[in-house]
């Protein structure tokens, strides 16, 4: 493993945007490590033709009314990015939002901060894809975090694209050690290392509830004892969440078009039942 020079904390400054559940874990990641961040709620598809700064601001301040959402960390909700322009050293952006619904946040948090590394969410998009759509390439670094794992790992994966310089890579890697993580340098793919394993055995746990092979809790009791997992597979996709686990299996099967990634049709199920696992109260088990 390489060993990188961690970032000086008052020299950190971090843009942070997403799906709300993200958000929310990283921020308390961030705010425990006593590391200064702002908000950027995600913003709506704008005409591309028109895409201008006092547009993007109006949208912006539109966006700063739903802060509440954010509870604790409402008052880091920004308004206006040009009041700090260039004064954000990393972006992070974290969902599983399709490529096209992130292109806009992510091309304007960019644009104005030219600088700023970007640590990106590759749980259904590549970092060299995003990079193309967004035209950040070159200082964009795909990164493996899903809800309910963000404060409890303690190494990420991370991969930059095809054209991302390693001096970002560099200091994508060190920021997420000045957070406490382990990080591992892997190949850019959909999901990376650790979540695609995770949410592959997930759906093979699926397959065995809905075929009756096993009940929930005798899987997640096999697993546990048998391999001396820290958790049970389906306890851990109610706490990340189905939708999430769903839409990752859904984008790999759609990269490598391979029987294993096809997701089950009972995490489907369940998503249409409003069955999301435990944010709900109800997945595979009842809270």
């Known amino acids: 493993m390489q060993v990188f020079t961690l970032p000086d904390t008052q020299s950190l400054k971090v843009l942070l945007t997403g799906d709300l559940d993200f958000v929310m874990e990283f921020a308390t990641v961030l705010n425990d490590r006593s590391v200064p961040f702002q908000i950027l709620p995600p913003m709506d598809a704008l ?41 954000f050293s990393h972006i992070v952006e974290l969902g599983v939002a399709p490529a096209l619904e992130r292109k806009t946040t992510l091309e304007i948090a960019s644009a104005v901060n030219p600088a700023a590394t970007i640590v990106s969410s590759t749980l259904s998009n590549t970092a060299t894809e995003l990079g193309m759509l967004t035209g950040t390439g070159h200082r964009i670094v795909g990164v493996g975090l899903a809800p309910a794992l963000i404060a409890t790992a303690t190494t990420v994966d991370l ?112 998503m249409r039942a409003g069955w999301h696992g435990k944010a709900t109260g109800r997945g595979f088990y009842t809270y």
């Open 47 to 87: 005409d591309e033709l028109d895409l201008e700064l006092d547009l993007v601001s109006e949208d912006l301040r539109e966006a700063a009314l739903d802060a509440d959402e954010y509870g604790p960390f409402e008052d880091r909700v920004i308004g206006d990015l040009r009041t700090e322009a260039g004064t």
């Open 159 to 270: 991969a930059g694209g095809l054209n991302t310089r390693d001096e970002h890579v560099q200091r994508a890697a060190a920021f997420l050690r000045s957070l406490g993580y382990a990080t591992e340098i892997v190949e850019d793919r959909l999901a990376l290392v650790q979540i695609r394993i995770l949410a592959t055995l997930i759906n093979e746990a699926a397959f065995a509830v809905m075929e009756g092979v096993a009940t929930p809790s005798d899987i997640d009791a096999a697993m546990k004892l048998g391999v001396n997992y820290p958790k049970g597979l389906l306890a851990w996709a109610d706490e990340i969440g189905i939708p999430v686990i769903t839409i990752i299996l859904d984008s790999l099967y759609r990269e490598y078009q391979q029987e294993r990634y096809r997701p089950c049709v009972l995490l489907k199920q369940y």
